[in-house]
């Protein structure tokens, strides 16, 4: 199964995986009535875009450890919107994406120029930066933040009924849509010219230059359509959760996503978050794991998977099958069978 | 606003940009040696805080005993991060990996290392501030302009150890070395030099810069764990505004955002803190290698 898995061309056979998997979420809130765990399941598709978004930036080889900045301009910039000028949420989702791609525009523009090394200092330090100023600055809400943000308004269907979004089980359906549209929109972007233009840069950014590749503007390219999908996760979660606070968005938040689709794998852009937040939202809810040493664990797994799954969960079960212990193993189970057989 | 005020608010500026000075070479030291990013910095800086105030206030040592464990204490500690982390990270690392995949292990690696530190100096102190009783509480007043004593100390000590820091790297034979490394590793180690004992070397003077930065603002303003935060946002400005590959560069970045955020607080407020951030964005716009011009690729 290596559907959506790679940069390459779209085939039927991935189309019809890829429509036989997706059944599986659409029946879920029929199974489970639990709303506690339809939220989960709701955070995981937020987890997972945040985590795509991470991976995207990843593609041209930058480092964004910011993610939640851009998130957060996301939620901010559509709460805003709705509180202080009385759009709806409708409206207010495309203005705030269209916020969030002009402030990562022009923060992308100035990061990628100072260099790869630089970005990743700069972009978590543009993430504290916003952290202070949305406390700070009282018109954005001083520390305290948002309460009863509305949630998104009901769409009548005409001659029909109307659907409300006043429910755990229709906002999921609304995040489900919003990932399965950011999905299909990457995976198109991957599987184009710009994704192996991308390819190309991360492989070796000097090469690609000399091959008549614009570094500079498939970077920024991919910085600013990576933050658009931060940043409408943020819209729908602000919506969705109700309060905003500065504190959630700190550079702990970032470093989480981050943990999402390097726990998947940085080599699958689509299928290593989806894997990642899965396994990053549940553990920690059935282990019981507690808010306070979470960041530790958290951090003491970041590192032990740096230094033993470099390549993730479904990059090291790749290179486990093209490894030879492999083939011998699966060539001595079939000779134990065969001989089994036999003596019956 | 009067003459003495602006004295002693350039004398603040200076000896918090000292800090931020020391801190951000200690950076610098790690990134050109090792090529490690390291963000875990921070939580060195109120190791060594926590460090001095243990030594100090609490088991009432001398103020140069403290110092000289503090100091003693961060080195074995980033020693031992080296060995135990960043070691096999950079184990890991082939002549064929790419540098944008070697960027991402260094730099995850010490984030994961500065979040579990965070959570655990929080956990183990408790979150409320602690205070250490002013060390030097005079008070010197030259023509009616007062300036605290601890301040003025703070800066002689940032000055006393860049001397014995410029004096290290271009006098003695570790200096050398970790310089040489610096520039061509492969070659350096071709000449015979021990490389991995030059990156522990680096890694462990870097932590130890950072604990004595730490030790330094302990007395003015209080212990608290989340008192790296701030700074080591102030020291990575101040080696991105200097330039990444130059030491000169990250002193004069630290002592300029220093002067900024101490104007900027006394005239603005909070806020200063955003826009130091913001200003230093715009000037990255036009210059992106810093002051000194180099681009860190």
Sequence with gaps: ?344 | MNLSLIIQIIVTGLAVGSVYALMAIGIQVIIRTTGIVNFAHGQFYTIGAYTFWASYFLLKLSFVLSLAITILILLLFGALCYLFVFNFVQQRFKSSTSLSFKLLLSAMASVGLMMSLSQTILLSFGSEERGIPPIWPQIITIANVRLPVERLVVIVFCCLIGIALYLFFTKTKLGKAIRAVSEDPVMSTLLGINSTRIYLASFSIGCGLAGFAGMMLAPVFGVNPEMGTNVVFMAFLAMIFGGALSYKGAIVGGLVIGLMLSFGYQLIGGTSYVLVFVAIIVFLIYRPGGLSGELLE
């Design chain 1, 1 to 344: 199964m290596n559907f959506l898995s790679d940069r390459r061309m779209i085939n039927l056979n991935d189309i019809i995986t890829f429509i036989l998997v997706l059944i599986f979420p659409i029946l879920l809130p029929l199974v489970i009535k639990n709303p506690y765990i339809i939220h989960l399941f709701i955070m995981t598709c937020i987890g997972i875009v945040l985590g795509m978004s991470f991976s995207m930036a990843y593609a041209p080889g930058l480092i964004n450890i910011g993610v939640a900045a851009y998130y957060s301009i996301g939620a901010y910039a559509s709460t805003l919107l709705v509180k202080k000028l009385d759009f709806s949420f409708w409206a207010a989702l495309p203005v705030a994406i269209l916020i969030t791609g002009i402030i990562s525009l022009v923060t992308g523009l100035a990061f990628i120029k100072a260099g790869t090394f630089t970005f990743v200092i700069l972009t978590l330090l543009f993430n504290l930066a916003l952290v202070q100023a949305l406390g700070q600055v009282e018109v954005l809400g001083g520390w305290s933040g948002f309460v009863n943000i509305p949630r998104p308004e009901p769409i009548v269907i005409p001659y029909y009924s109307a659907i409300d979004f006043s429910t755990h089980t229709s906002c999921y359906y609304l995040i489900l849509v919003m990932l399965l549209l950011i999905v299909l929109a990457f995976y198109g972007l991957y599987s184009s010219r710009i994704g192996r233009a991308w390819n190309a840069i991360r492989q070796s950014s000097h090469l690609a230059e000399t091959l008549g590749v614009d570094v500079y503007f498939f970077r920024v390219f991919a910085f600013v359509v990576a933050s658009c999908a931060a940043g409408t996760v943020g819209s729908f979660y602000a919506h969705y959760f109700g309060t905003l606070e500065p504190v959630t968005f700190g550079g702990f938040a970032s470093i989480y996503i981050q943990l999402y689709s390097v726990l998947g794998g940085l080599d699958f852009p689509i299928l290593g978050p989806i894997i990642g937040a899965i396994i990053m939202t549940f553990v920690p809810e059935v282990l019981r794991i507690t808010s306070e040493i979470q960041p530790i664990i958290f951090g003491v797994l970041l590192i032990v998977l740096i230094l033993f799954l470099p390549r993730g969960i479904i990059g090291s079960l790749h290179e486990a099958r093209k490894m030879p212990i492999y083939d011998k193993m699966a060539k001595e189970i079939r000779a134990w069978l065969s001989n089994k057989r036999k003596t019956v």
